[in-house]
């Protein structure tokens, strides 16, 4: 089988939150793109965290591991950017291209990328178009990343036809006024971005390059509301993760196996016939969508260390548990990684300044999905506790965590704010 083209469309801080997941929010292509590939109901990104969890995809590690433990843009880096996969597919006779957002690097070209394609700007009205001229020209093989700065704050204005007073805002937050004008919002962005990948799909669906393009269509950690993005919940690690074309992903198929991010490139790798980098941790999804397994993880990690600010977290999850770790001891909740947003400052008011985080954190996802109800102290849970401590520090072992040693240092020069924060009306703007 001559290797496939791949078309990999990314989004930012949409996690579950389109339509194809079961949200009141119409995303017509994205579950027009599900229908016709296998979608995942169970996918985790490897760090809450939007360079973090790119390097986590783009490397098939760890973010400890390729050594992005923060934004690249704040100053954090690869250690070795041969590890991206755009070098890996170079090599193997891929024409790379790129058009709209990274966040890999501090600049596109350290990356590798054969064409960086121009846009008037990193919204999917101007994405979309850049990316279409490049399939124009039909490069085969060809690995075409479409990053679309959508569903990132600041949100469109709600369309006319999306009355606030009529959307549920996400779970971690309450029904309020300000939390349903929040959601309307989020909602108008995330029509702005199912209408740029609609573009995509639908020239290469008219071009004829459907059936030899391995489509992958993700985001990259949980929505910028409070508890979520930056956090080690579901609400934070899950994303959406639709893949539709050759190697099984077809059908319209839901899968329901617990899978990560880091998975993706050694799936790659395997449906083009390339060798699988000693570096690379995941595995591949292939059985899955060949139907000869039904789960090809029995756990998942995830990890923070920088965003805006240093708040070193890491978690392991399995089918039925969450494990959540803190390594530092702040008695308060690390402000500045929670983008400033409407709903940021209702949480203020009502005193979230004062709610101190746990240490440690163990959820029963079976009877507790939202992760509210801590089993750490809890007695009839310890022989899972000592499992799930036991599972954290093996990977952290096993991947060389830097976190082993002590606090891990942000490197010279790179921009790292006060983690402990001010209200959003004394401090600069802080949106990741």
């Given at each position: 089988m001559a290797r496939p083209n791949i078309l990999y469309i990314h989004s930012h801080d949409t996690g579950r939150y389109v339509q194809p997941y079961g949200h009141?929010?119409?995303?017509?292509?994205?579950?027009?793109?599900?229908?016709?590939?296998?979608l995942f109901r169970q996918a985790f990104c490897g760090g809450p965290t939007c360079s973090p969890s790119?390097?986590?995809?783009?490397?098939?590690?760890?973010?400890?591991?390729?050594?992005?433990?923060?934004?690249?843009?704040?100053g954090f880096q690869l250690n070795d950017y041969n590890q991206h996969i755009v070098n890996v597919l170079n090599k193997a006779g891929y024409v790379t291209a790129l058009a709209g957002v990274q966040h890999e690097a501090p600049r596109a070209e350290m990356i590798g990328y054969d064409h960086v394609l121009p846009v008037a700007s990193q919204r999917a009205r101007d994405v979309a178009p850049a990316a279409i001229e490049f399939l124009k020209n039909r490069p085969e093989p060809f690995f075409l990343s479409v990053g679309c700065?959508?569903?990132?704050?600041?949100?469109?204005?709600?369309?006319?036809?999306?009355?606030?007073?009529?959307?549920?805002?996400?779970?971690?937050?309450?029904?309020?006024?300000?939390?349903?004008?929040?959601?309307?919002?989020?909602?108008?962005?995330?029509?702005?971005?199912d209408a740029g990948v609609g573009q995509?799909?639908?020239?290469?669906?008219?071009?004829?390059?459907?059936?030899?393009?391995?489509?992958?269509?993700?985001?990259?950690?949980?929505?910028?509301?409070?508890?979520?993005?930056?956090?080690?919940?579901?609400?934070?690690?899950?994303?959406?993760?639709?893949?539709?074309?050759?190697?099984g992903f077809l059908g319209g198929k839901v899968c329901d196996a617990?899978?990560?991010?880091?998975?993706?490139?050694?799936?790659?790798?395997?449906?083009?016939?390339?060798?699988?980098?000693?570096?690379?941790?995941?595995?591949?999804?292939?059985?899955?969508?060949?139907?000869?397994?039904?789960?090809?993880?029995?756990?998942?990690?995830?990890?923070?260390?920088?965003?805006?600010?240093?708040?070193?977290?890491?978690?392991?999850?399995?089918?039925?548990?969450k494990y959540t770790r803190r390594y530092d001891d702040r008695s308060g909740p690390v402000l500045p990684n929670c983008d400033?947003?409407?709903?940021?400052?209702?949480?203020?008011?009502?005193?979230?300044?004062?709610?101190?985080?746990?240490?440690?954190?163990?959820?029963?996802?079976?009877?507790?999905?939202?992760?509210?109800?801590?089993?750490?102290?809890?007695?009839?849970?310890?022989?899972?506790?000592?499992?799930?401590?036991?599972?954290?520090?093996?990977?952290m072992q096993r991947t060389n965590d830097p976190l082993l040693k002590g606090p891990v240092p942000a490197p010279k020069g790179a921009k790292v704010n006060d983690p402990d924060g001010m209200s959003p009306k004394d401090t600069p703007r802080v949106v990741e």
């Open positions: 009141a929010i119409p995303t017509p292509n994205i579950q027009r793109l599900a229908e016709q590939g296998v790119r390097a986590c995809l783009l490397t098939g590690q760890s973010a400890h591991s390729s050594g992005m433990l923060g934004l690249a843009h704040r700065y959508e569903t990132h704050r600041e949100f469109d204005e709600p369309w006319v036809d999306e009355d606030p007073r009529y959307c549920l805002p996400p779970a971690p937050l309450p029904d309020t006024p300000e939390t349903r004008q929040d959601m309307a919002a989020y909602k108008a962005s995330a029509r702005a971005l995509v799909l639908q020239y290469l669906d008219s071009r004829g390059l459907a059936h030899d393009t391995l489509v992958i269509c993700t985001t990259d950690h949980g929505i910028s509301f409070p508890g979520m993005k930056c956090n080690l919940t579901d609400h934070g690690i899950g994303v959406m993760l639709i893949v539709r074309g050759p190697g617990m899978v990560s991010q880091i998975d993706i490139f050694p799936t790659l790798c395997e449906l083009a016939g390339i060798g699988k980098p000693a570096w690379v941790q995941g595995k591949s999804m292939l059985p899955l969508a060949a139907g000869k397994t039904d789960q090809v993880n029995d756990e998942v990690f995830a990890e923070v260390t920088y965003h805006a600010a240093y708040e070193p977290m890491r978690a392991v999850r399995t089918r039925r548990w400033d947003n409407i709903c940021k400052g209702m949480w203020l008011r009502q005193g979230w300044r004062q709610r101190p985080p746990a240490r440690e954190q163990l959820y029963d996802l079976v009877f507790d999905p939202n992760e509210t109800h801590n089993l750490a102290s809890d007695a009839t849970a310890a022989d899972v506790l000592v499992d799930m401590r036991g599972r954290l520090e093996r990977w």
